[in-house]
């Protein structure tokens, strides 16, 4: 088991280099020059000022140097300054990231508690009425963009289009949670259920299709014929089985979380870490960008780590 947790956290690690790497020398080939963005590219600037800046700055320095500089800087916790902000990239980051995990958490929380009931459902009542509606459902879920859903739910549940008396939720904005605690969570179910119903929909699928590949099973049988009672059966042993595959799905899709909150935190404007990533980009803020991506990249990655390690746990086969 340690040689196989050192091997994960060997690839995890390789993983998050190639990532910063790639992210590092796409931002340098993007248009646009940073230094024109912070002083108004429409306006004609004092040559001598804006080289001045740059050394400030670091960029007039080689590709390998700054890459290097700031890989060091990731070494000794220090990312550089944003120049959006105003301040260190590591307390931008610090500010927003909570709101970010608190919008994953429930989200996945959520989908959790809707897929997985769901999926057992669809799959005692194969074939039936229940069945059908419930893949019908998860069909038209999967394919469904986060941000038409988002769209939707505040024509319904905000802007109360089609008066169908349904209670009124607030649109968007953020309220601080040691100001207003209703507030806070009133503002925090429509980016929820927003960000949550295409991994529920996951979850569901995976459910149906684990459990009832375990249902088949020559041990059911076993079972079955030995007396055990079909309750126990199924609690023990079929969902027991069936649920590795399930954590694996949603491992995976907790990391992709993450990154996938920038449409979500943005249709509900809800200050979290990808909305400070999408501010980062159109000022050209090379070091807040950078920052953002890294624990973005860091968490996915790390999350698929700790589904990796759960999975060796609970089925010996994977050491």
């Given amino acids: ?17 190639v990532v910063t790497t790639i992210v590092f020398v796409l931002l340098h080939m993007m248009p646009g020059d940073p230094v024109l963005t912070m002083l108004g590219s429409d306006v004609n600037h004092d040559p001598a000022v804006v080289e001045a800046i740059r050394e400030e700055l670091g960029l007039n320095e080689s590709i390998p140097t700054q890459y290097f500089s700031w890989i060091k800087g990731i070494a000794t916790g220090n990312m550089g300054k944003s120049y959006s902000e105003k301040i260190p990239v590591m307390e931008a980051i610090a500010s927003r990231i909570p709101r970010t995990l608190e919008l994953a958490f429930f989200a996945l929380l ?38 038409v859903l988002g769209y939707l739910l505040v024509i319904v549940f905000a802007l109360d ?12 904005g953020y309220v601080d949670i040691t100001k207003n605690v209703a507030e806070h969570y009133r503002r925090l179910i429509l980016p929820t259920v927003t960000l949550s119903m295409g991994l529920a929909v996951s979850i569901i699928r995976m459910t149906r299709s684990s459990m009832l590949e375990s249902m088949s099973g020559d041990y059911v049988i076993a079972l079955r014929a030995k007396g055990v009672r079909k309750r126990k059966i199924l609690i023990r042993h079929i969902l027991r089985n069936s649920l590795i595959p399930v954590i694996t799905v949603i491992g ?10 920038v449409l979500v935190e943005n249709v509900f404007n809800w200050p979290g870490l990808s909305t400070l990533l999408v ?7 090379y070091p807040l960008i950078q920052g953002c991506i890294f624990v973005m990249a860091s968490m996915a990655i790390l999350t698929n780590l700790s589904v990796d390690l759960i999975y060796g746990v609970l089925d010996p086969r994977a050491r």
């Fill in 161 to 172: 289009v089609f008066k169908l008396g349904l209670p009124k939720m607030p649109a968007s």
């Fill in 252 to 261: 995976l899709q907790a990391g992709t979380l993450i990154g996938g909150t």
């Fill in 110 to 147: 959520l989908a959790c508690l809707i897929g997985i009931p769901l999926g057992v459902i669809s799959a005692i009542k194969r074939g039936s009425v229940i069945d059908t509606l419930l893949t019908m459902v998860a069909s038209l879920g999967i394919s469904t963009p986060v941000y």
């Fill in 1 to 17: 088991m340690v040689k196989f947790m050192a091997r994960r956290l060997g690839i995890a690690a390789i993983q998050i280099l």
């Fill in 279 to 285: 501010k980062a980009i159109n000022y050209r803020d």
